[in-house]
């Protein structure tokens, strides 16, 4: 059973980036598709970006397109999501998601997720 822990949030301003963080244990995590979501208040829960296991395909939503990268370090059984140019907009929860079978944008597709960490941009 896969956990996952994420870091890195915290309260920014429009224009600023920053680096979310998932560490996961507890199982091969290399063989994972890997996946960040994310919530705002009143929301419900949003597709932001997946990663393969091998690392050779990624997916954004259209709205993080060009400014978000998700990114993996097997090695460090670590999945990253570097995020630039931030806006109101992007003002939410954002929680890691893995699963061994599937990739894609819908929440029901991962087994496994983190508790979340909040992200809070100032306009």
């Known amino acids: 059973q896969v956990q996952l822990v994420e870091s890195g949030g915290g309260v920014v301003q429009a224009g600023a980036s920053l680096r979310l963080s998932c560490v996961a244990s507890?199982?091969?995590?290399?063989?994972?598709?890997v996946a960040w979501f994310r919530q705002a208040p009143g929301k419900e829960r949003e597709f932001v970006a997946a990663l393969t296991s091998s690392a050779t395909s990624s997916y954004y939503a259209n709205s993080v397109d060009g400014r978000f990268t998700i990114s993996r370090d097997n090695a460090n059984i670590t999945v990253y999501l570097q995020m630039v140019s931030l806006n109101a907009e992007d003002t939410a929860v954002y929680y890691c998601a893995a699963d061994k079978n599937r990739i894609g944008p819908s929440p029901s597709w991962y087994d496994y997720w983190g508790k979340g960490t909040l992200v809070t941009v100032s306009s």
């Open positions: 507890g199982g091969t995590f290399s063989g994972y598709a």
